[in-house]
C-alpha cells in the first residue's frame, strides 16, 4: 500500500514541477510583452519567443504528467470514482473549459506570436494564464475537499470526536455511513461495489448540493495559497535560467529581462507568507486537529505563545497534541452500531442494502456493528503518530526555505531595482562582499540570489505539499476513508513490479522533460536559428 | 460523451496519420538524401504538431465524462481492462515526448537516429488505440467483460483475444492512414504542391480501397457476433416497423460519403500520378474526416440503448449513469461547459488557420 502511495505522490510531484512553470511563466512573458510594447526593445520578445517554446514544451510534458496522473488515480484508486461522479463532478467538469481553451489559446498564442501586435499578444496570453488558474482553482478545490471534506458536517465527527464539523450536511449521511460499514462487513474495496451494473441506481443520490466543494472556506484559502506558490515558483525557475544566461555571458541585456521578472516576484512573495499562509495555517487548526498536532510535534499538549497567538489569537490557547484527542476517543464509548443508528442506519436496512449490491455480508456485519468506535478511533491516532517526526521537520524545513527565499527576493530586488532605503542598505552589503570574497563578482551574486531564490522557493513548495498530504494520512478523505478503502481491485495493479516499472516510466519521462527544458532554455540563439531555419523551409517548400 | 468521442476521433485520425507519413518520408529523405522529401515530411509534421495537443485534450474530456457521469462504467474498465488502459497510457507517455524529441532534435541530430525517432513517434501512437480499442470492442462483444458480468474468472489479455477487436484495430489503423493522407494532401494542393500531391495519394487512398474489404468483413462479423448492432446499422426494416434499425441512416451517410471519398481519392490519385493537383484534393481531407467521425458515430452509436452489448440485449446505458447526483442540479453548467468547449474549437480552428493557411510560424 505505502508503495502505491509513494507513487501515486511521485507522479503528482512531477506534475506539479510542471504545472508551477505553466502557471510562473506568463507572469513573466507579459512582463516581457508589456516592457516591448512601452518601449519597443526587441530584448523582450527575443525573450519571449525563448520562453514560448519552454512554455510550449513545458505545457506538452504538464499534459503528459497531467494524464497519468489522472489517468493513474481512477484506476489504481478507483473508488475515489464515488467522489468524482459526487462532490468532484461539478468542478472537474468545468476544469474541461479550463483545459481546452488553455490548449487552444496556447496554440493561438504560440501561431500569431509576433505576427500580431504586442498587446494583442497580451491579451492572448493572460486569457491563457486566466484560464490555466481557474484549472488550478478547480483541481486545488478537489484537492481541498480531500483535506476537510466540505458539506459532510458532523459525519466525521461521529466516528472521531475530536473532528470540527465541516459545514453543512449536503451528504446523505445515511449512505455514507451505510456504505462504509457495507464495505467493511463484505470485506471489498468500493471499486468492487461501484463497478456492478445498477449499482449508482440502488444506491442513488448522495449529495444534495454538487457546488458544496466551491463553497468550503478552507478550499479558498488552499486555492490563494497553492495558486501563488505555483507562480512564484514558476517565476523563480524562469528567473533562475536568466541569471544563469547572465552569468555565462555577462550581457546586461539579461539585467532588464530579470529586473522584468523580479518585481511582481517581490510582491508575490511577499504577500504569501504573511496573509496568505499565515490563513491557510489558521485553516489548518481549525479543520485539520491531527495535521496540526503533527505539524507542531504535540504528541503532548503544549503552550507556545506566539505559536498561539498566529494559530488561534490567543496566546494562552493550548496547542493540543495527539494526548489531548486520544483522552477524547477513550472517554466516546460508543459502537459503530450506535454510531449507524444516530444517524437512521439500521441492520435490515444494512442487509437490504447490501443484497441489493450482490454483496455477502454474513456475520462479519455483526462484528463490524459492535467494533468500539474508540479502538477504532485510537488506532487512527497511532498511525497518524508514527508520521509526526517527518511532518514536523519537514514544516519547520519549509518554513527556512521560504525565509530564505524571501531574503533572496528582497535582496537582489533591491540590486536589479531601486528600492528607497534597501537598495542602498543592499549595495552596501554588496561591496563588502566582494571586499571579503574576491572571487565573487556582481554576474556570480545575481546567480547566487536567483539560486537561492528558485531552491528555497521550490523546496517549501515540495515540503508544503509533502506536509498537506502526509498530514492528512491515514485518510485519503480527511476523517472518512481510508487508501485501503479506494484502492484497485486489480492485483497486479500494486504489485512490486508494477509500481517499479510506473515509477521507471514516470521517472523517465519527467526528467527527461525536465532535461529537454533545461537544454531548450540553455541554447536561445540556437532556437532562434531553428525556428528561423523551420520557417524558411517550410515557406520554400511550399513555394 | 458523444461530442467529445467525434472531436477526439476526427483529431486523433489526423495525427496519428500524418505521423506515419513524417516518420516514413523523414526516413526517405535520409536514405536518398532528398532535400525535398525532408520538405516534405516537415509539412506532413506541420500538421500533426499543430494538431496533436488539442487532440489530446479531448481524451482527457472524454475520460472525465466518462469518469463523472459513467461512473459504473468506468469502475468496471479500471478493473476489468486494466491492461488495455495501462498499453494506451504507455503509448501516450512514448508518443508525446517522442513528437517534442523528434521535432527539437531535426537537424541536430544525424539523420538516421532522427529517422530511427521518428518510428518511436509514429509507432506509440499505434499503441494508444491498440488499448484504447479494446474497451470499444469489449462492449460490442464482451470477452473479458462478458467473463466479468458472468461472474467468471478474466485474464488481463482476455480483451485481446476478440476476433472482432483485431478488425475493429486494423479498421481504426487504416482509417487514420487514409485520414492522415487525404489531409496531407489537401494541405500540398492548398500550398499548389503537386509534387507533394502526388506523395500523399497513394497514403490516402490505398488504406481507403483496403477499407472496402475490412469494412464489409467488419460488419459481417457484427452480423454473427454482436447481431443487435448488425441489425441497428443494417434492418431499414426494423426502422420502419419502430422495431430497430435506428442507427440505418447514419450507416447509409456513412457508407455514401466513404463511396464519395473512394471516387474523390480515384480522381486524385490518377490525377495525381499525371503530376496534376485535382480540384477536390484540397477538400479531401475534411470529407475523409467526415467519412471517420461518421465511421464512430455509426460503431458507438449502434449500441444504443446499451453501453454493453450482450446477445439477449445488453447493458442499459443508465445502469452505468451517474445517479449519485441530481444531474439537473449540473445541467446548467453542463450547457455552459459545452459552450466553452465550441468556443475552444473556434479558437482553434482560428490558431490551426493562421498556422496551416496563413503559415504563421511564432
Redesign the interface.
Known amino acids: 500500500m505505502q508503495a502505491i502511495l509513494n507513487l501515486s505522490a511521485l507522479g503528482v510531484y512531477m506534475h506539479g514541477v510542471f504545472v508551477s512553470i505553466t502557471l510562473g511563466l506568463p507572469l513573466a512573458m507579459i512582463s516581457f510583452l508589456y516592457l516591448y510594447m512601452k518601449t519597443g526593445d526587441e530584448t523582450y520578445m527575443k525573450a519571449t ?1 525563448l520562453a ?1 517554446v519552454v512554455l510550449s ?1 513545458n ?3 504538464g ?2 504528467t ?3 496522473v ?2 493513474g488515480l ?2 489504481v484508486w ?1 473508488g475515489t ?2 467522489v ?3 462532490t ?3 468542478p ?6 479550463a ?3 488553455e ?6 498564442f ?6 500580431v501586435s504586442a498587446g494583442k499578444s497580451i491579451g492572448i496570453l493572460a486569457a491563457y494564464w486566466a484560464f490555466a488558474l481557474f484549472s488550478g482553482i478547480l483541481i486545488t478545490a478537489v484537492n481541498s475537499w480531500q483535506q476537510a471534506p466540505w458539506g459532510v458536517g458532523p459525519i466525521a465527527k461521529a466516528l472521531y470526536p475530536y473532528m470540527p464539523e465541516y459545514g453543512p450536511l449536503a451528504m446523505d449521511a445515511q449512505k455514507l455511513v451505510a456504505l462504509k460499514i457495507i464495505a467493511l462487513a463484505s470485506g471489498e474495496s468500493l ?2 461495489i ?8 440502488t ?8 457546488f458544496i466543494i466551491l463553497k468550503s472556506p478552507y478550499a479558498w484559502v488552499s486555492i490563494a495559497h497553492n495558486l501563488l506558490a505555483a507562480i512564484i515558483v514558476g517565476a523563480s525557475i524562469a528567473l533562475l535560467g536568466w541569471a544563469y544566461r547572465y552569468y555565462a555571458t555577462g550581457n546586461p541585456y539579461y539585467i532588464k529581462l530579470l529586473a522584468a521578472i523580479i518585481v511582481p516576484l517581490l510582491a508575490l512573495s511577499l504577500v504569501q507568507p504573511t496573509i496568505v499562509g499565515h490563513e491557510m495555517a489558521v485553516q489548518v487548526v481549525k479543520y485539520n486537529p491531527t495535521k496540526w498536532a503533527l505539524i507542531e510535534g504535540a504528541e503532548k499538549t503544549k503552550y507556545s505563545p506566539i505559536k498561539a497567538l498566529l494559530a488561534y489569537g490567543d496566546p494562552n490557547h493550548p496547542i493540543y497534541g495527539l494526548d489531548h484527542y486520544a483522552k477524547q476517543c477513550e472517554e466516546y464509548k460508543v459502537t459503530v452500531r450506535e454510531v449507524a443508528l444516530s444517524v437512521g442506519v439500521d441492520e435490515k436496512m444494512l442487509r437490504d442494502l447490501g443484497s441489493k449490491l450482490g454483496l455477502q455480508l454474513d456475520g462479519r456485519l455483526d462484528a463490524v456493528l459492535n467494533t468500539q468506535v474508540r479502538d477504532l478511533c485510537l488506532a487512527d491516532l497511532e498511525k497518524a503518530r508514527e508520521r509526526m517526526d517527518k511532518v514536523h521537520y519537514a514544516y519547520y524545513l519549509k518554513i527556512g526555505s521560504a525565509v530564505t527565499g524571501v531574503i533572496a527576493t528582497v535582496a537582489l530586488a533591491a540590486m536589479l531595482v531601486r528600492i528607497p532605503v534597501l537598495s542602498p542598505i543592499v549595495s552596501f552589503a554588496e561591496s563588502i562582499i566582494y571586499r571579503l570574497f574576491s572571487f565573487v563578482n556582481r554576474r556570480s551574486l545575481v546567480l547566487l540570489l536567483a539560486a537561492l531564490i528558485a531552491f528555497g522557493f521550490a523546496t517549501t513548495s515540495v515540503l508544503g505539499w509533502y506536509v498537506r498530504e502526509v498530514g492528512r494520512k491515514p485518510w485519503t478523505v480527511y476523517g472518512l476513508v481510508y487508501p485501503e478503502e479506494v484502492v ?3 492485483d ?2 500494486t504489485s512490486p513490479a508494477f509500481v517499479a516499472f510506473a515509477a521507471f ?1 514516470i521517472l523517465a ?1 519527467n526528467l ?2 525536465v532535461a ?1 527544458l533545461v ?2 532554455a540553455s541554447r536561445a540563439d540556437e532556437i532562434s536559428e ?2 528561423k ?3 524558411e ?6 513555394e | 460523451m458523444g461530442i467529445s468521442l467525434i472531436v477526439h476521433v476526427g483529431l486523433v485520425s489526423v495525427t496519428l496519420g500524418t505521423g506515419l507519413i513524417t516518420a516514413i518520408y523523414r526516413y526517405l529523405a535520409y536514405k536518398n538524401n532528398d532535400i525535398y522529401l525532408e520538405t516534405f515530411a516537415r509539412r506532413a509534421f506541420r500538421l500533426l504538431a499543430v494538431t496533436e495537443l488539442f487532440s489530446g485534450v479531448w481524451g482527457t474530456v472524454i475520460t472525465v465524462v466518462m469518469a463523472g457521469f459513467f461512473t459504473g462504467l468506468f469502475a468496471m474498465f479500471a478493473n476489468v481492462l486494466f491492461t488495455p488502459i495501462v498499453i494506451a497510457l504507455i503509448g501516450i507517455m512514448i508518443r508525446i515526448p517522442a513528437i517534442a524529441a523528434f521535432w527539437y532534435t531535426w537537424g541536430r541530430i544525424d539523420p538516421f537516429r532522427h529517422s530511427i525517432l521518428g518510428f518511436v513517434m509514429a509507432l506509440s501512437g499505434f499503441m494508444i488505440p491498440l488499448g484504447f480499442r479494446a474497451l470499444m470492442s469489449d462492449i460490442t462483444v464482451p470477452t473479458a467483460i462478458g467473463s466479468f458480468l458472468d461472474n467468471r474468472p478474466f485474464g488481463a489479455f482476455d480483451a485481446y483475444f476478440s476476433s472482432l477487436y483485431w478488425n475493429l484495430y486494423l479498421h481504426t489503423v487504416l482509417a487514420v492512414i487514409s485520414v492522415g493522407g487525404f489531409m496531407v494532401v489537401s494541405i500540398m494542393a492548398l500550398d499548389g504542391d503537386a509534387k507533394g500531391v502526388k506523395i500523399a495519394a497513394p497514403y490516402a487512398f490505398i488504406p481507403l480501397m483496403l477499407q472496402f474489404v475490412i469494412g464489409p468483413l467488419y460488419l459481417l462479423q457484427l452480423h454473427f457476433e454482436a447481431p443487435y448492432v448488425f441489425n441497428a446499422l443494417v434492418r431499414v426494416d426494423q426502422l420502419l416497423q419502430g422495431s430497430g434499425g435506428l442507427f440505418t441512416p447514419a450507416f447509409a451517410v456513412k457508407v455514401i460519403s466513404a463511396l464519395a471519398l473512394l471516387w474523390i481519392g480515384t480522381k486524385i490519385y490518377s490525377d495525381a500520378k499525371k503530376g496534376v493537383i485535382n480540384p477536390y484534393a484540397k477538400y479531401g481531407g475534411f470529407l475523409a474526416i467526415f467519412v471517420a467521425v461518421a465511421g464512430e458515430i455509426v460503431n458507438s452509436g449502434s449500441r444504443y440503448p446499451y453501453m454493453v452489448v450482450l446477445d439477449s440485449g445488453g447493458k442499459r446505458i443508465e445502469e452505468y449513469f451517474n445517479y449519485y447526483i441530481n444531474i439537473g442540479d449540473v445541467f446548467p453548467a453542463v450547457v455552459v461547459i459545452l459552450l466553452f468547449l465550441v468556443l475552444s474549437l473556434v479558437v482553434f480552428t482560428v490558431a490551426a488557420y493562421y498556422a496551416l493557411i496563413r503559415k504563421f510560424v511564432a
Do not use: C, H, W
Not at chain 1, 472537474?92 to 473549459?97: G, V
Not at chain 1, 463497478?195 to 441506481?201: L, M, N, R
Not at chain 1, 523551409?537 to 511550399?542: C, K, L, N
Open positions: 519567443k514560448t514544451i505545457f506538452a510534458l499534459a503528459i497531467g494524464t497519468l489522472e489517468f481512477l484506476t478507483p470514482l464515488l468524482v461522479a459526487s468532484a463532478l461539478a472537474l467538469a468545468l476544469e474541461l473549459i483545459f481546452t481553451m490548449v487552444a489559446l496556447l496554440i493561438l504560440i501561431v500569431t506570436l509576433g505576427r471499486q468492487a461501484l463497478q456492478g451494473a445498477g449499482v449508482a441506481e444506491i442513488g443520490i448522495v449529495l444534495n448540493d454538487p484497485s481491485v486489480v497486479y495493479a516510466l519521462i527527461s522533460g529537454a537544454f531548450v531553428s525556428v531555419k523551420i520557417i523551409t517550410i515557406r520554400s517548400g511550399a
